[in-house]
């Protein structure tokens, strides 16, 4: 043993290794080195994931991750590896990723002088007639030894004896054969058995030896031996050859007669596949025939005669490959998921294919399910890489299920088919999407606080927290008010909440951004425009603004003239609403009036005219009520009174004032406020008749004077800064300008 691990050597040819070792080396010796014949760092095995492939069913080897030492895992028996083979060679081949990396190791097994030559039989029985003459020769069995080389059986030897001796040939492939030489005559009365012992030695340090019994029986003559047509038969059988197949019909002949030209036939060593018929001499075949097992039989068939004269033939059978295996496909790494965002070129997956076949049978093509964004790449021997051919994208294929396809070139051909599941990992390469452009939202004034005005959604292709959305509202201001005392959002839902109560008067309408961002690394955000619309609701009554309900009492009054007919123009009334829309049409109506025939009011104009001739009104004084109501759903209504008096001027009314009762019950100081209120619009009441008398006295084309100005005494409303946008009655806050006019039709 020591002898031979001196003869360990290796070699680094175009990136192989070759090794040499002898065989039943113990388990754990080590057979070299490989990170260090291969130049590898030992620090990087692990993660560079590096292994030994080998094609043989049993591992005899494993690698030391930690030093790189290729070690003897199993029992190695180069007879049970290579049989006869002259040179006995393992083939394995190293894999290293990262890049990734082959390597082919060869391990040449040499042949120790473990086994001791045998015999196929223990006992050999020779019947010899006495008839014989010396120099005729009997083949014996020979031994058998595994081993090789000088290993291997060197001579044979047969113990002492005067009657015979031992001659050694060798007949085909270098094989010897012992042979028993008759020397002298022999009596049968005299010795009618002879026992002899036949050793066969090898040439092994120290020799090993195998012995078989030999009893040599001496019968009356027979002087023919049979024989057989060929000494060798050579026979060509495929491998697919069923079982029962008529393989050879030996026909030996001897030309003795009787039990003396009886022939039986038997194989002279043991033999599995084939049998032998021992009275017609058909040989058939019993087992399967495999060409990857064994390619080819060599065997010894003896004839015997009834008087036990024996000869032998060979046959030499061929076994011929037929396509009878199809190629194994072995996934050489394990498949992880792969990221979207991989260039192309990415490696994915190494597979092995083998075809244990021959020639054509053996060669393989493979190919790979069509898939533009995958490919295939031969490596090297029998090795294929799936790399990708493009980009992907996990959000138009998520994952891909690649078959694999392995077809040799028989006839005909066989193939071999294996599923491959490639999933795809998600990367943040999508910002959410909303589902609209932008949104808006109508919300009705007065609403509550804290309620629902609307759900923003987005969505993102992603995956996981990739798509996993957080809402939020960018900081803007209305008015140096932040947005978020306005509305916030849920960050979760994106729903939006009213943050206080909207008045469609004060705020008609806003807008802000909400942004959506989602939880990958880093985050991707979107942005989309959110506008608030307040929709009105009917919640103000019209405001009056003439005549002012401030000033209502004795004190207003309008004047009509004796002489004013039916249509006359007595007074209009004016007034507003902050609302919008239906909601600040306004209509005019008589709540209360003495005589409803006597006034009329204009339902959109709110113009009091006289519906009537009154001359004979009695009452120079009317009090009526004017009711304005609003089109809202509720409506909503405000009240004015006005006191319209018949008269030409003021005196004429002044007794019918005084003789108003008053109310004994009022206190002092609303007396007082009242008295002073009543002077001061008297006073104002003369000022107006006196400027307007002047007035008419000018204009000699008008007929009257007075009674023109007192029935167009009101106040008339200008814009002064018009609005394109309102839809109010009067829009507000504009201003207004307040003037007098002397001429009704352009009230």
């Known amino acids: ?121 223990t006992f050999f029985e020779i019947s010899i007639s006495e008839s014989s003459v010396p120099g005729v020769r009997f083949l014996l069995g020979n031994a058998e030894d595994p081993d090789l080389g000088t290993n291997s059986i060197q001579s044979y030897t047969l113990s002492d004896n005067e009657c015979f001796s031992l001659l050694v040939e060798k007949i085909t492939d270098g094989i010897k054969y012992p042979e028993l030489v008759l020397e002298k005559a022999l009596d049968r009365e005299k010795q009618n058995q002879h026992q002899l012992v036949l050793t066969a030695m090898d040439g092994g340090q120290p020799p090993k030896t195998g012995s078989a019994f030999i009893k040599v029986s001496v019968y009356d003559a027979n002087d023919n031996f049979p024989k057989f047509s060929k000494d060798t038969y050579q026979i060509t059988l495929n491998e697919n050859s069923p079982v029962g197949f008529l393989v050879l019909h030996l026909d030996a002949i001897d030309e ?91 490696f994915i997956a190494l597979i092995n294919v083998k075809d244990l076949d021959s020639e054509q049978n053996g060669e393989v093509n493979c190919q790979i399910t069509e898939i533009s964004e995958l490919k295939l790449i031969p490596s090297s021997h029998n090795y294929y890489k799936i790399v990708t051919a493009s980009r992907l994208d996990r959000e138009s294929k998520s994952e891909y299920n690649v078959t694999f396809i392995a077809e040799d070139q028989g006839s005909p051909p066989m193939s071999a088919k294996k599923l491959i599941h490639i999933s795809v990992s998600d990367v943040n390469d999508n910002p959410p999407v909303f589902d609209k452009t932008s949104y808006i939202v109508y919300v009705p004034e007065s609403n509550q606080p804290g309620s629902s005005l609307h759900n923003i959604h987005a969505s993102d292709l992603d995956d996981k927290e990739n798509a996993q959305l957080t809402y939020s509202i960018i900081n803007s201001n209305i008015d140096n008010t932040p947005i978020s005392s306005y509305v916030s959002i849920n960050s979760m839902t994106g729903v ?184 001061l619009i008297s006073f104002l009441f003369i000022v107006i008749v006196i400027v307007g008398l002047i007035v008419k006295c000018r204009k000699t084309h008008s007929p009257t004077s007075f009674g023109a100005y007192s029935r167009n005494v009101y106040p008339q409303f200008t814009l002064g800064c018009p609005s394109e946008i309102s839809d109010t009655s009067l829009p507000f806050p504009f201003s207004y300008d307040v003037c007098v006019t002397m001429d009704s039709k352009q009230n």
Not at 36 to 42: A, C, M, R, T, Y
Not at 319 to 338: F, H
């Open 1 to 121: 043993v020591l002898f031979y691990f001196s003869s360990f050597y290796f070699r680094d040819i175009s990136g192989q290794l070759q090794y040499s070792i002898p065989e039943e080396l113990k388990r754990g010796s080590v057979v070299g080195n490989v990170a260090k014949d291969l130049g590898l760092n030992v620090k990087e095995l692990v993660f560079r994931k590096f292994q030994i492939v080998s094609h043989v069913t049993k591992q005899y080897f494993s690698i030391n991750l930690e030093n790189g030492d290729l070690i003897v895992s199993e029992r190695i028996d180069r007879e049970t590896l290579c049989g006869a083979k002259l040179n006995c060679f393992l083939n394995l081949e190293a894999v290293i990723e990262n890049p990734l990396h082959f390597y082919t190791i060869t391990i040449e097994i040499k042949d120790v002088n473990d086994n001791a030559p045998t015999f196929s039989k």
């Open 256 to 346: 003795d007669e009787g039990l003396n030209a009886q022939i039986t036939y038997s194989f002279e060593n043991f033999v599995e596949t084939f049998t032998l018929d021992s009275h017609t001499g058909e040989m058939t075949i019993i087992g399967k025939l495999d060409y990857e097992v064994t390619k080819s039989y060599e065997m010894t068939v003896e004839a015997k005669d009834g008087g036990g004269l024996v000869s032998h033939c060979t046959i030499l059978i061929q076994i011929s490959d037929v396509n009878d295996n199809a190629p194994e496909i072995t996934l050489a790494s394990p498949i992880t998921s792969i990221p979207e965002d991989s260039v192309p070129g990415t």
């Open 496 to 679: 939006l909440y009213a943050q206080r109560s909207f008045d469609y008067e004060q705020l008609r309408e806003f807008q802000f951004q909400v942004m959506a961002k989602d939880s990958g690394s880093p985050p991707l955000s979107s942005n989309v425009t959110v506008r608030i619309c307040i929709i009105d609701k009917n919640d103000n009554a019209p405001k009056i603004l003439y005549p002012s309900p401030d000033t209502e009492g004795s004190a207003l009054f309008e004047f009509i003239p004796h002489s004013a007919e039916k249509g006359y123009l007595v007074t209009k009334v004016i007034a507003v609403d902050a609302d919008s829309g239906h909601n600040a049409w306004l209509s005019y109506h008589l709540l209360q009036v003495p005589d409803p025939t006597i006034f009329t009011i204009g339902l959109y104009t709110g113009e009091i005219r006289i519906g009537r001739d009154f001359q004979d009104i009695h009452s120079l004084r009317q009090k009526i009520v004017v009711l304005v109501k609003d089109n809202g759903v509720p409506s909503i209504s405000s009240t004015v009174t006005l006191t319209l008096v018949v008269a030409e001027n003021f005196q004429e009314i002044a007794p019918e004032i005084k003789r108003q009762p008053s109310n004994s019950d009022s206190s002092f100081n609303l007396t007082f406020y009242l008295l002073i209120s009543i002077a």
